[in-house]
């Protein structure tokens, strides 16, 4: 691995406009905000993902070459559009990484981690079984589900209106972590972001 392989950087949701403010959604809000950063605009790609390639850091010689994506897929089988932009952008596996709504965090905490298990989350569960376990993972804490409501129906509704306040502050601290794992290493973003 060197300082000009890519990275690929893969936000976890589900497609289409019902899906947009979910909870399980919050992956492609971050990858939304690194687009916009890097100054693209999302395009259909062959492996079933919707991508931004641009650059990561301060130009020059330390800046990072980047591919910004979105699976088109459902989130329980993201793994295939990840291991196919693997394949086309011929990225390590240890500059992969997926952004993903986390349960067991409190709501807008960050812990950033390399490798380790899918803790349940179907997205995670679908790349480990394309890719191995060895990427780096951005979870972002959307916490329990409240009373006796399923995981599943909490994942799949919005965020609340209070949580909604501070979403955008939230994300942006979440893309934040992933520019500074990319430029400057796990280390320094999780003494950073790890909160």
């Not at 807008?108 to 179907?122: E, T």
Request: proline fraction near 5%; include cysteine.
């Amino acid at each position: 691995m060197s300082d000009a392989d890519p990275w690929l950087v893969v936000g976890l949701g589900n497609p289409g406009p019902e899906y947009a403010g979910n909870r399980h959604n919050v992956g492609f809000m971050v990858a939304d905000l690194l687009a916009e950063r890097m100054g693209g605009r999302f395009k259909a790609h062959k492996a079933r993902a919707q991508v931004v390639e641009g650059r990561c850091g301060a130009p020059g010689p330390e800046s990072r070459r980047v591919v910004v994506a979105k699976p088109s897929s459902y989130m329980n089988v993201s793994g295939g559009p990840t291991t196919a932009l693997r394949d086309f952008y011929k990225v390590p596996v240890a500059n992969i990484i997926a952004i993903h709504d986390e349960l067991d965090i409190d709501y807008g905490a960050l812990r950033l981690k390399l490798g380790g298990g899918d803790n349940g989350h179907n997205g995670l569960k679908s790349i480990t079984k394309s890719l191995g376990a060895e990427y780096h993972r951005v979870r972002f804490g959307i916490g329990r589900p409240p009373g006796r409501m399923q995981v599943a129906d909490f994942v799949l509704k919005d965020f609340s209106s209070a949580e909604r306040r501070e979403l955008d502050y939230f994300v942006d601290r979440a893309a934040d972590a992933v520019e500074t794992l990319i430029v400057d290493g796990l280390e320094r973003a999780q003494s950073t972001y790890n909160s």
